[in-house]
């Protein structure tokens, strides 16, 4: 069920009291996280379903247990690896629970944790720290080449409810993304720079004492992020299963995201004593840590259609989520002195 079109009507006046106070916009990051984790009528903070057949987008938990039942077998396998005692399983917006339930169903003696946005963080932890489509869905800077350089979009109030306003970069660090490209042949391409995804590195960084950080998200590496053909950006949203590119309509009740640069992800992790592990297709990664459990689902199901069949085809077929996922494990030895 969706928000009711009062808590849109709600929503809206909220965030257009923002701008006002503002001083007339805000930048586009501010108006994402306002309309995605407003506290009470945000996209994810509103209570109506929002994954699965009934709400508006699948991800690899909602086609069924198959994604936590080979993550279960591969958690297993670093806890194995680990020296002590204290190795746990520390979910990054866990939505629910539903993932957890499907990895401790098949290895009920995990420790598993599970961190919502915005809730505080623990001092320290150790193991390995997972998110699943958490890092697409964290707020983004747009910005825009006009006039040969590099402006950022913001957001003012219009008629209907909002527009665009090119203004300055809010942020220095934008800057830095952005010097290596020549904007002076780029009139009117846009991109999505996501400083939030680099802070929450930063964040678990600090936290994480030894152990993995492995990460699931649809995404690109650097020069295909940026490619000329790219030229619009990567923002999408998404309402009961369709696809559109207009932020500023059903604001609360459509879901906003954009692709994540593995790149970026890689060389801030690097600085920050992650060292990258491993970086493949979901399909791929899929198939190497659960081949016997996948080859039994397709020997036993052939030619007839099942749930975990279908969940098999989900995740793993090219046309599916299994080209377009990707899968980056990163490893911290030890405590950076």
Same mark, same amino acid.
């Given at each position: 069920?969706?928000?009711?079109?009062?808590?849109?009507?709600?929503? &809206?006046?909220?965030?257009?009291?923002?701008?006002?106070?503002a001083g007339g916009k805000i930048t586009f990051a501010r108006f994402m996280e306002l309309a995605l984790?407003?506290?009470?009528?945000?996209?994810?903070?509103?209570?109506?379903?929002? =994954?699965?057949?009934?709400?508006?987008?699948?991800t690899s938990v909602s086609v069924g247990p198959l994604f936590g039942k080979i993550l279960a077998r591969?958690?297993?396998?670093?806890?194995?690896?680990?020296?002590?005692?204290?190795?746990?399983?520390?979910?990054?917006?866990?939505?629910?629970?539903?993932?957890?339930?499907?990895?401790?169903?098949? %290895?009920?003696?995990?420790?598993?944790? #599970?961190?919502? &946005?915005?809730?505080?963080?623990?001092? +320290?932890?150790? /193991?390995?720290?997972? $998110?699943?489509?958490?890092?697409?869905?964290?707020?983004?800077?747009?910005?825009?080449?006009?006039?040969?350089?590099w402006r950022e979009v913001c957001v003012k109030i219009s008629e209907q409810s909002f527009a665009e306003?090119?203004?300055?970069?809010?942020?220095?660090?934008?800057?830095?993304?952005?010097?290596?490209?020549?904007?002076?042949?780029?009139?009117?391409?846009?991109?999505?720079?996501?400083?939030? @995804?680099?802070?929450?590195?930063?964040?678990? @960084?600090?936290?994480?004492?030894?152990?993995? &950080?492995?990460?699931?998200?649809?995404?690109?590496?650097?020069?295909?992020?940026?490619?000329?053909?790219?030229?619009?950006?990567?923002?999408?949203?998404?309402?009961?299963?369709?696809?559109?590119?207009?932020?500023?309509?059903?604001?609360?009740?459509?879901?906003?995201?954009?692709? &994540?640069?593995?790149?970026?992800? #890689?060389?801030?992790?690097? %600085?920050?004593?992650?060292?990258? =592990?491993?970086? #493949?297709?979901?399909?791929?990664?899929?198939?190497?840590?659960?081949?016997?459990?996948?080859?039994?689902? #397709?020997?036993?199901?052939?030619?007839?259609? $099942?749930?975990?069949?279908?969940?098999?085809?989900?995740?793993?077929?090219? +046309?599916?989520? /299994?080209?377009?996922?990707?899968?980056?494990?990163?490893?911290?030895?030890?405590?950076?002195?």
């Open positions: 069920m969706n928000a009711p079109a009062a808590s849109r009507e709600e929503l &809206v006046a909220e965030i257009r009291a923002v701008i006002a106070r984790y407003h506290p009470q009528l945000g996209y994810y903070r509103s209570g109506a379903k929002r =994954v699965g057949k009934d709400g508006d987008f699948f591969f958690f297993q396998k670093l806890r194995a690896e680990f020296d002590g005692d204290d190795f746990a399983v520390w979910e990054f917006g866990g939505r629910g629970g539903e993932l957890r339930a499907d990895v401790l169903g098949a %290895a009920p003696d995990l420790k598993y944790h #599970v961190i919502e &946005v915005g809730e505080p963080l623990p001092e +320290t932890m150790n /193991g390995c720290i997972f $998110s699943n489509e958490l890092l697409d869905a964290l707020p983004v800077h747009r910005v825009r080449v006009a006039g040969g350089e306003e090119l203004g300055p970069l809010s942020d220095a660090r934008l800057l830095g993304h952005l010097r290596a490209l020549p904007r002076e042949q780029m009139e009117g391409y846009r991109t999505e720079i996501n400083l939030r @995804a680099l802070e929450w590195l930063e964040q678990i @960084a600090a936290r994480l004492r030894r152990g993995w &950080v492995l990460t699931f998200d649809y995404g690109f590496e650097h020069a295909d992020y940026l490619a000329p053909h790219r030229r619009d950006g990567h923002l999408q949203c998404y309402f009961r299963h369709t696809r559109n590119a207009d932020p500023f309509q059903r604001v609360g009740e459509q879901d906003i995201t954009a692709h &994540v640069d593995f790149t970026e992800l #890689v060389e801030h992790g690097r %600085a920050l004593g992650l060292e990258p =592990v491993r970086f #493949v297709e979901q399909g791929r990664f899929l198939l190497d840590e659960g081949a016997d459990v996948i080859r039994e689902i #397709v020997e036993r199901d052939a030619g007839k259609m $099942s749930q975990e069949r279908s969940a098999v085809q989900q995740l793993i077929h090219p +046309t599916h989520m /299994g080209h377009a996922f990707r899968a980056l494990l990163q490893r911290k030895l030890a405590e950076r002195v």
